[in-house]
């Protein structure tokens, strides 16, 4: 009886939202949201409720957090329109990288899935017998991860074009970044190394060895220094390079939880108030809930309600069904990545998630799949000095959660990768390497 009320009244909340909907069919759909991500029922069913009272009881019987402690602790379950639990879920408190999830929504929206940032190479001399009598002028203009597989790729596009040497300077200019080094002269540095095989530093042939089998190492000599540039100096265009589209870069970002891919992400829509007011707006909580000073979540500073850590996940699934994506190809899912934050979690499979991590913040969330109640929604925030405790302990809570719930048969269709085990982006590809001037 309780399966049947709480299809029913997600078939009728999404009818109020303007979805229809076969009734098997609703709990697939919830994805489809529209409406406020405030739940409007609570769930008649308590597991939800004594899972997370028993959870908290367990912290406490373990000494991870005192009983006065609890009010630090926050926590909110939601299936489409019920309310599973809440704990202090619409207190905004130290977030983590959980902040990434309100940067990714943000640059979805504002630049789009499909958008590329474009950096441009350029000559201030002629070429003559492989070498350029001038300067190589880089003109940066954000891209977040121009990282050494790109710069081997633009080292081999120049000499394609027939420069070996530089008798110049590299001047540096506009908004750039290499390997996430975001300091322009470090930066420069770091780039002058990658397009020089016989300069790499340890590390670089191990980027190369992911790169398609056969890529050359370049040789691109520059005799000068680097320089800093406010404009970029007269030249000619040789090379245009675009990068990962947003959706991969937010992917990557969430991942590995990046925190300078998430800062110039942030910074490329305006900065960490424009994150706020975007990532407020399209979850539809108030912004009080979302408080950042920037978008990595570096610092407790930044603090979010887990109502409106669940609320931006939601939001970005609902923006992102458009665009043929799910919400799983922009955050790690457990038995689907490999990669980065995957590593040593233990989360039922088919969970995408988010983890946020300081000194004594331990923060999660994300949508776990059960059979009884669909889409979960949740989002976990801990404080306390025993953050690997903490990780473990989310891990058994959304186990047992499952468990109560029964998982799924198979990976819920609304939620699913478009690709499994979900691929690596192709760095250094020459597809996104247009050369100008021959």
């Known amino acids: 009886m309780l399966e049947l009320f709480g299809s029913g009244l997600m078939t009728l909340w999404l009818e109020m939202a303007g979805v229809q909907v076969k009734p098997l069919e609703a709990i697939d759909a919830l994805t489809w949201q529209t409406g406020p991500s405030l739940a409007i029922a609570f769930d008649p069913n308590p597991v939800g409720a004594t899972t997370v009272q028993k959870y908290l009881e367990g912290l406490v019987k373990s000494k991870l957090i005192g009983p006065e402690l609890t009010p630090n602790q926050g926590i909110w379950i939601q299936s489409g329109p019920m309310l599973m639990a809440n704990h202090q879920g619409t207190t905004p408190l130290p977030a983590a990288s959980v902040t990434k999830i309100a940067t990714s929504l943000a640059s979805f929206n504002i630049l789009g899935p499909d958008f590329q940032f474009e950096t441009l190479v350029s000559a201030t001399g002629p070429i003559h017998n492989g070498v350029l009598k001038g300067d190589l002028v880089i003109a940066g203009n954000g891209d977040p991860m121009l990282v050494w597989e790109e710069g081997i790729a633009l080292g081999n596009a120049l000499n394609k074009m027939g420069i070996k040497e530089v008798k110049g300077s590299l001047i540096v200019t506009g908004n750039f970044a290499f390997n996430f080094q975001r300091n322009p002269v470090l930066a420069g540095q770091l780039?002058?190394?990658?397009?020089?095989?016989?300069?790499?530093?340890?590390?670089?042939?191990?980027?190369?060895?992911?790169?398609?089998?056969?890529?050359?190492?370049?040789?691109?000599?520059?005799?000068?220094?680097?320089?800093?540039?406010?404009?970029?100096?007269?030249?000619?265009?040789?090379?245009?390079?675009?990068?990962?589209?947003?959706?991969?870069?937010?992917?990557?970002?969430?991942?590995?939880?990046?925190?300078?891919?998430?800062?110039?992400?942030?910074?490329?829509?305006?900065?960490?108030?424009?994150?706020?007011?975007?990532?407020?707006?399209?979850?539809?909580?108030?912004?009080?809930?979302?408080?950042?000073?920037?978008?990595?979540?570096?610092?407790?500073?930044?603090?979010?309600?887990?109502?409106?850590?669940?609320?931006?996940?939601?939001?970005?699934?609902?923006?992102?069904?458009?665009?043929?994506?799910?919400?799983?190809?922009?955050?790690?899912?457990?038995?689907?990545?490999?990669?980065?934050?995957?590593?040593?979690?233990?989360?039922?499979?088919?969970?995408?998630?988010?983890?946020?991590?300081?000194?004594?913040?331990?923060?999660?969330?994300?949508?776990?799949?059960?059979?009884?109640?669909?889409?979960?929604?949740?989002?976990?925030?801990?404080?306390?000095?025993?953050?690997?405790?903490?990780?473990?302990?989310?891990?058994?809570?959304?186990?047992?959660?499952?468990?109560?719930?029964?998982?799924?048969?198979?990976?819920?269709?609304?939620?699913?990768?478009?690709?499994?085990?979900?691929?690596?982006?192709?760095m250094g590809a020459e597809s996104r390497m247009e050369i100008v001037n021959r």
């Open 191 to 426: 780039l002058k190394q990658g397009l020089n095989h016989t300069t790499w530093p340890r590390g670089v042939e191990l980027h190369l060895a992911n790169m398609v089998k056969g890529t050359p190492k370049p040789q691109v000599v520059i005799k000068g220094d680097i320089k800093l540039a406010t404009a970029p100096p007269a030249g000619n265009v040789l090379i245009r390079h675009r990068s990962l589209p947003v959706k991969q870069i937010i992917n990557e970002m969430n991942v590995f939880s990046n925190n300078d891919i998430a800062q110039m992400l942030a910074d490329a829509v305006g900065g960490h108030t424009v994150v706020q007011a975007e990532a407020a707006k399209l979850a539809k909580v108030p912004q009080s809930e979302i408080q950042l000073i920037n978008g990595s979540g570096l610092g407790v500073e930044n603090r979010i309600s887990p109502r409106a850590a669940c609320a931006m996940i939601m939001a970005l699934q609902r923006i992102a069904a458009p665009h043929n994506m799910t919400i799983s190809d922009m955050m790690p899912t457990a038995g689907y990545d490999s990669r980065g934050t995957t590593h040593a979690r233990t989360m039922p499979k088919a969970t995408p998630f988010k983890t946020g991590t300081l000194r004594d913040v331990s923060a999660l969330a994300g949508v776990l799949p059960t059979r009884d109640r669909g889409l979960v929604w949740f989002a976990i925030i801990n404080r306390g000095p025993q953050v690997m405790a903490f990780r473990q302990e989310q891990d058994k809570f959304l186990t047992e959660l499952q468990k109560k719930l029964h998982a799924g048969p198979s990976f819920p269709k609304a939620i699913a990768p478009h690709s499994t085990p979900k691929k690596s982006p192709e």
